[in-house]
Protein backbone atom coordinates (compact mmCIF):
# COMPACT_ATOMS: atom_id res chain seq x y z
CA UNK A 1 0.00 0.00 0.00
CA UNK A 2 1.03 3.61 -1.15
CA UNK A 3 2.74 5.55 2.13
CA UNK A 4 2.84 9.52 2.83
CA UNK A 5 4.05 11.63 5.25
CA UNK A 6 1.18 13.36 7.81
CA UNK A 7 2.30 16.33 8.01
CA UNK A 8 3.46 18.04 10.05
CA UNK A 9 3.90 14.88 12.09
CA UNK A 10 6.66 13.70 9.51
CA UNK A 11 5.90 10.07 9.80
CA UNK A 12 5.36 7.58 6.97
CA UNK A 13 1.68 6.53 6.87
CA UNK A 14 -0.37 4.11 4.94
CA UNK A 15 -3.13 5.87 2.49
CA UNK A 16 -5.88 4.10 3.86
CA UNK A 17 -5.52 3.71 7.73
CA UNK A 18 -7.76 2.82 10.23
CA UNK A 19 -11.07 4.59 12.14
CA UNK A 20 -11.88 2.74 15.52
CA UNK A 21 -15.06 4.55 16.38
CA UNK A 22 -17.26 1.77 16.00
CA UNK A 23 -14.65 -0.53 17.82
CA UNK A 24 -15.98 1.74 20.64
CA UNK A 25 -19.12 2.28 20.76
CA UNK A 26 -22.26 4.10 18.62
CA UNK A 27 -22.13 1.53 16.09
CA UNK A 28 -23.56 -1.45 17.69
CA UNK A 29 -21.30 -3.99 20.26
CA UNK A 30 -18.19 -5.23 19.11
CA UNK A 31 -16.08 -7.70 21.17
CA UNK A 32 -12.95 -7.37 22.52
CA UNK A 33 -11.82 -10.37 20.51
CA UNK A 34 -13.65 -8.83 16.78
CA UNK A 35 -12.00 -5.61 17.63
CA UNK A 36 -8.50 -7.28 18.18
CA UNK A 37 -9.24 -9.44 14.88
CA UNK A 38 -10.16 -6.28 12.95
CA UNK A 39 -7.06 -4.41 14.26
CA UNK A 40 -4.29 -7.87 13.28
CA UNK A 41 -6.39 -7.86 9.89
CA UNK A 42 -5.79 -4.10 8.73
CA UNK A 43 -1.60 -4.35 10.13
CA UNK A 44 -1.35 -7.71 8.25
CA UNK A 45 -2.73 -5.59 4.91
CA UNK A 46 -0.59 -2.69 5.20
CA UNK A 47 -2.55 -0.81 7.26
CA UNK A 48 -0.02 1.70 9.27
CA UNK A 49 -2.29 4.25 10.97
CA UNK A 50 -5.08 3.81 13.45
CA UNK A 51 -7.10 6.95 14.12
CA UNK A 52 -9.12 6.81 17.93
CA UNK A 53 -10.06 9.25 20.69
CA UNK A 54 -10.38 9.43 23.98
CA UNK A 55 -14.35 9.15 23.79
CA UNK A 56 -14.96 5.88 22.10
CA UNK A 57 -16.65 3.69 24.39
CA UNK A 58 -15.05 6.19 27.09
CA UNK A 59 -11.56 4.68 26.44
CA UNK A 60 -12.64 1.18 25.46
CA UNK A 61 -11.17 1.93 21.69
CA UNK A 62 -7.80 3.05 23.05
CA UNK A 63 -7.40 0.60 25.48
CA UNK A 64 -8.00 -2.06 22.76
CA UNK A 65 -5.37 -0.64 20.52
CA UNK A 66 -2.88 -0.28 23.45
CA UNK A 67 -3.56 -4.16 24.30
CA UNK A 68 -2.94 -4.88 20.79
CA UNK A 69 0.12 -3.10 20.27
CA UNK A 70 1.67 -3.90 23.56
CA UNK A 71 1.27 -7.97 21.87
CA UNK A 72 2.66 -7.01 18.92
CA UNK A 73 6.22 -5.22 19.74
CA UNK A 74 7.91 -3.74 16.71
CA UNK A 75 4.78 -3.02 15.03
CA UNK A 76 5.20 0.47 12.72
CA UNK A 77 1.85 1.80 13.64
CA UNK A 78 1.14 5.41 13.98
CA UNK A 79 -1.99 6.08 16.55
CA UNK A 80 -3.90 9.08 16.38
CA UNK A 81 -5.92 9.75 19.32
CA UNK A 82 -8.73 13.04 20.06
CA UNK A 83 -9.76 14.84 23.41
CA UNK A 84 -11.49 16.99 24.54
CA UNK A 85 -15.35 15.15 24.34
CA UNK A 86 -15.84 13.97 27.30
CA UNK A 87 -16.06 17.44 28.96
CA UNK A 88 -18.92 20.19 28.80
CA UNK A 89 -18.29 21.62 25.48
CA UNK A 90 -16.98 25.32 27.02
CA UNK A 91 -13.99 26.62 25.35
CA UNK A 92 -13.06 27.75 28.60
CA UNK A 93 -12.29 24.59 29.54
CA UNK A 94 -9.52 23.93 27.00
CA UNK A 95 -6.71 24.62 29.28
CA UNK A 96 -3.34 23.25 30.01
CA UNK A 97 -4.56 21.43 33.29
CA UNK A 98 -7.05 19.90 31.38
CA UNK A 99 -4.92 19.20 28.32
CA UNK A 100 -3.17 17.25 30.98
CA UNK A 101 -5.81 15.44 32.45
CA UNK A 102 -7.01 14.28 29.20
CA UNK A 103 -3.40 13.05 27.63
CA UNK A 104 -3.11 11.14 31.08
CA UNK A 105 -5.48 9.01 30.66
CA UNK A 106 -4.99 8.34 27.08
CA UNK A 107 -1.70 7.35 27.55
CA UNK A 108 -2.55 5.10 30.38
CA UNK A 109 -5.01 3.77 28.12
CA UNK A 110 -2.67 3.04 24.96
CA UNK A 111 0.23 2.16 27.05
CA UNK A 112 3.06 4.90 26.46
CA UNK A 113 4.89 7.69 27.14
CA UNK A 114 4.08 9.62 24.61
CA UNK A 115 1.28 9.73 22.37
CA UNK A 116 1.91 9.81 18.57
CA UNK A 117 -0.70 12.63 17.43
CA UNK A 118 -3.22 13.87 19.77
CA UNK A 119 -6.11 15.93 17.81
CA UNK A 120 -8.74 18.58 19.89
CA UNK A 121 -11.85 16.13 18.76
CA UNK A 122 -14.09 18.92 17.38
CA UNK A 123 -14.32 21.32 20.06
CA UNK A 124 -16.61 24.57 20.06
CA UNK A 125 -15.84 27.06 17.29
CA UNK A 126 -14.08 29.45 19.70
CA UNK A 127 -11.26 26.65 20.56
CA UNK A 128 -9.89 26.79 17.19
CA UNK A 129 -9.05 31.14 17.19
CA UNK A 130 -7.40 30.79 21.19
CA UNK A 131 -4.09 31.69 21.23
CA UNK A 132 -3.33 29.60 24.88
CA UNK A 133 -4.65 26.69 23.30
CA UNK A 134 -1.85 26.00 21.07
CA UNK A 135 0.35 27.33 23.74
CA UNK A 136 -1.06 24.65 25.81
CA UNK A 137 -0.58 22.17 23.43
CA UNK A 138 3.17 23.12 22.15
CA UNK A 139 3.64 23.21 26.10
CA UNK A 140 2.36 19.27 26.16
CA UNK A 141 4.89 18.78 23.03
CA UNK A 142 7.50 20.20 24.90
CA UNK A 143 7.26 18.05 27.96
CA UNK A 144 7.67 14.94 25.80
CA UNK A 145 3.40 13.68 26.71
CA UNK A 146 2.76 14.09 22.92
CA UNK A 147 4.43 13.96 19.88
CA UNK A 148 2.57 15.98 17.62
CA UNK A 149 -0.78 17.59 17.64
CA UNK A 150 -3.47 18.43 15.04
CA UNK A 151 -7.47 19.21 15.37
CA UNK A 152 -10.57 17.61 13.72
CA UNK A 153 -12.82 19.58 12.59
CA UNK A 154 -16.73 19.99 11.34
CA UNK A 155 -16.36 23.10 8.99
CA UNK A 156 -14.02 24.32 5.81
CA UNK A 157 -14.14 27.31 8.61
CA UNK A 158 -12.58 25.48 11.50
CA UNK A 159 -10.14 23.68 8.91
CA UNK A 160 -8.73 26.96 7.34
CA UNK A 161 -8.13 28.45 10.61
CA UNK A 162 -6.35 25.64 12.23
CA UNK A 163 -3.95 25.71 9.02
CA UNK A 164 -3.07 28.91 9.23
CA UNK A 165 -1.23 27.80 12.80
CA UNK A 166 2.80 27.27 12.67
CA UNK A 167 2.40 24.39 14.43
CA UNK A 168 -0.53 22.34 13.81
CA UNK A 169 0.64 19.03 12.12
CA UNK A 170 -2.61 17.89 10.96
CA UNK A 171 -6.26 18.34 10.46
CA UNK A 172 -8.78 15.63 10.33
CA UNK A 173 -12.03 16.13 8.01
CA UNK A 174 -15.14 14.91 6.72
CA UNK A 175 -14.79 14.37 3.45
CA UNK A 176 -15.96 11.89 0.68
CA UNK A 177 -18.04 11.53 -2.59
CA UNK A 178 -20.86 12.98 -0.98
CA UNK A 179 -18.74 15.71 0.89
CA UNK A 180 -16.80 17.38 -1.87
CA UNK A 181 -16.51 21.33 -0.21
CA UNK A 182 -13.37 20.43 1.33
CA UNK A 183 -11.90 20.20 -2.06
CA UNK A 184 -12.16 23.58 -2.46
CA UNK A 185 -9.87 25.16 -0.12
CA UNK A 186 -8.93 23.07 2.81
CA UNK A 187 -6.61 20.56 0.19
CA UNK A 188 -4.63 23.44 -1.09
CA UNK A 189 -4.09 25.10 2.11
CA UNK A 190 -3.11 22.19 3.93
CA UNK A 191 -0.69 21.44 0.97
CA UNK A 192 1.05 24.30 0.91
CA UNK A 193 1.39 24.99 4.69
CA UNK A 194 2.66 21.32 5.08
CA UNK A 195 -0.30 19.90 7.25
CA UNK A 196 -1.08 16.45 6.83
CA UNK A 197 -5.39 15.86 6.06
CA UNK A 198 -6.96 13.25 7.32
CA UNK A 199 -10.17 11.97 5.59
CA UNK A 200 -12.83 10.57 8.01
CA UNK A 201 -16.50 9.29 7.53
CA UNK A 202 -15.40 8.39 3.90
CA UNK A 203 -18.54 6.02 3.50
CA UNK A 204 -20.83 8.84 4.57
CA UNK A 205 -21.62 6.18 7.22
CA UNK A 206 -21.75 3.08 5.17
CA UNK A 207 -24.44 4.78 2.60
CA UNK A 208 -21.32 4.75 0.02
CA UNK A 209 -20.86 1.00 0.25
CA UNK A 210 -24.25 0.88 -1.86
CA UNK A 211 -25.69 -1.87 0.51
CA UNK A 212 -28.60 0.35 2.32
CA UNK A 213 -32.38 0.98 0.79
CA UNK A 214 -35.14 3.00 2.25
CA UNK A 215 -36.10 -0.01 4.15
CA UNK A 216 -32.60 -0.39 5.75
CA UNK A 217 -32.61 -0.40 9.79
CA UNK A 218 -29.98 -0.21 12.63
CA UNK A 219 -29.71 -0.90 16.24
CA UNK A 220 -30.94 1.78 18.77
CA UNK A 221 -27.47 2.31 20.29
CA UNK A 222 -25.92 2.77 16.25
CA UNK A 223 -25.68 6.74 15.80
CA UNK A 224 -27.59 6.43 12.29
CA UNK A 225 -30.27 5.70 14.67
CA UNK A 226 -30.40 8.23 17.37
CA UNK A 227 -28.07 11.28 15.59
CA UNK A 228 -30.22 11.68 12.62
CA UNK A 229 -31.30 14.83 13.48
CA UNK A 230 -28.11 15.88 15.21
CA UNK A 231 -29.51 15.38 18.71
CA UNK A 232 -26.59 13.59 20.17
CA UNK A 233 -23.90 15.48 18.35
CA UNK A 234 -23.06 17.51 15.06
CA UNK A 235 -25.63 15.88 12.49
CA UNK A 236 -22.82 15.94 9.55
CA UNK A 237 -21.20 13.03 11.08
CA UNK A 238 -24.78 11.08 10.42
CA UNK A 239 -24.92 9.99 6.97
CA UNK A 240 -22.54 12.79 6.29
CA UNK A 241 -25.40 15.27 6.87
CA UNK A 242 -27.63 13.98 4.55
CA UNK A 243 -31.42 13.29 4.85
CA UNK A 244 -31.33 9.32 4.75
CA UNK A 245 -33.70 8.70 1.88
CA UNK A 246 -31.81 11.20 -0.24
CA UNK A 247 -28.64 9.71 0.39
CA UNK A 248 -29.68 6.23 -0.69
CA UNK A 249 -31.07 7.67 -4.00
CA UNK A 250 -27.48 8.91 -4.66
CA UNK A 251 -25.95 5.73 -3.52
CA UNK A 252 -27.33 4.19 -6.10
CA UNK A 253 -26.30 6.57 -8.35
CA UNK A 254 -22.77 6.27 -7.05
CA UNK A 255 -22.90 2.27 -6.95
CA UNK A 256 -23.98 2.76 -10.94
CA UNK A 257 -21.01 4.82 -12.09
CA UNK A 258 -18.66 2.40 -10.51
CA UNK A 259 -20.23 -0.13 -11.93
CA UNK A 260 -20.34 1.38 -15.50
CA UNK A 261 -16.40 3.38 -15.29
CA UNK A 262 -14.63 0.20 -13.32
CA UNK A 263 -16.91 -2.94 -13.40
CA UNK A 264 -17.77 -5.95 -11.04
CA UNK A 265 -14.08 -6.45 -9.20
CA UNK A 266 -13.75 -3.18 -7.41
CA UNK A 267 -17.05 -2.71 -5.03
CA UNK A 268 -18.28 0.47 -4.27
CA UNK A 269 -17.14 1.07 -0.94
CA UNK A 270 -13.42 0.34 -1.93
CA UNK A 271 -13.63 2.58 -5.34
CA UNK A 272 -14.92 5.64 -2.48
CA UNK A 273 -12.28 5.40 -0.15
CA UNK A 274 -9.79 4.97 -3.50
CA UNK A 275 -11.24 8.18 -5.01
CA UNK A 276 -10.44 9.91 -1.75
CA UNK A 277 -6.93 9.04 -1.23
CA UNK A 278 -6.11 10.27 -4.67
CA UNK A 279 -7.29 13.76 -4.26
CA UNK A 280 -4.25 15.76 -4.03
CA UNK A 281 -3.57 16.62 -0.43
CA UNK A 282 -5.03 14.18 1.25
CA UNK A 283 -2.48 11.97 3.80
CA UNK A 284 -4.76 9.08 4.89
CA UNK A 285 -8.15 7.89 4.92
CA UNK A 286 -9.84 6.10 7.76
CA UNK A 287 -12.71 3.86 7.14
CA UNK A 288 -14.05 1.99 9.85
CA UNK A 289 -14.41 -1.81 10.08
CA UNK A 290 -16.64 -3.54 12.33
CA UNK A 291 -15.27 -7.40 10.88
CA UNK A 292 -12.72 -8.75 9.44
CA UNK A 293 -13.91 -9.00 5.64
CA UNK A 294 -14.54 -5.38 5.93
CA UNK A 295 -10.98 -4.24 7.21
CA UNK A 296 -9.31 -6.05 4.62
CA UNK A 297 -11.53 -4.80 1.93
CA UNK A 298 -10.78 -1.56 3.02
CA UNK A 299 -7.26 -2.26 2.35
CA UNK A 300 -7.46 -3.29 -0.65
CA UNK A 301 -8.69 0.09 -1.90
CA UNK A 302 -5.26 1.76 -0.71
CA UNK A 303 -3.64 0.08 -3.79
CA UNK A 304 -6.23 0.61 -6.31
CA UNK A 305 -4.92 3.51 -8.92
CA UNK A 306 -8.09 2.88 -11.68
CA UNK A 307 -9.47 6.29 -10.75
CA UNK A 308 -9.82 8.30 -13.25
CA UNK A 309 -11.28 11.55 -14.50
CA UNK A 310 -14.35 10.42 -16.14
CA UNK A 311 -14.77 9.22 -12.72
CA UNK A 312 -14.31 12.56 -10.74
CA UNK A 313 -16.77 13.83 -12.81
CA UNK A 314 -19.09 11.16 -12.43
CA UNK A 315 -19.16 12.39 -8.43
CA UNK A 316 -19.33 15.56 -8.92
CA UNK A 317 -22.35 15.15 -10.75
CA UNK A 318 -23.68 12.93 -8.36
CA UNK A 319 -22.92 15.34 -5.63
CA UNK A 320 -24.19 18.08 -7.98
CA UNK A 321 -27.68 16.80 -8.56
CA UNK A 322 -28.07 15.20 -5.17
CA UNK A 323 -26.73 16.46 -2.59
CA UNK A 324 -25.07 20.63 -2.77
CA UNK A 325 -28.49 22.04 -2.70
CA UNK A 326 -28.75 19.93 0.93
CA UNK A 327 -25.51 20.15 2.79
CA UNK A 328 -22.84 22.42 0.68
CA UNK A 329 -23.03 25.65 2.53
CA UNK A 330 -23.71 24.01 6.16
CA UNK A 331 -20.07 22.58 6.83
Known sequence: MERRVLGRTGRLVSVVGLGTWQLGADWGDVSEADARAVLDASAEAGVSFFDTADVYGDGRSEQVIGSYLADNPGHSITVATKMGRREEQDPDNFTLAKFREWTD???RNLGTERLDLVQLHC?????YSRDEVYDALDTLRAEGAIASYGVSVETVDEALTAIARPHVASVQI?????????????LPAASDAGVGII????????LLSGK???TTTFADDDHRSFNRDGSAFDVG????????????????EFTALVRDRLGADVTPAQAAIAWIWQRSGVSTVIPGARNVDQARSNAVAGSLDVLGPLFASGVREIYDEYLRGQIHDRW
Not at 175 to 183: E, I, M, S, T, Y
Not at 243 to 252: K, L, N, P, Q, S
Request: proline share 8%.
Open 105 to 107: RSR
Open 123 to 127: PPTDV
Open 174 to 186: ILNAFRLKPLEQV
Open 199 to 206: ARVPLASG
Open 212 to 214: YTR
Open 237 to 252: ETFSGVDYETGVRAAG
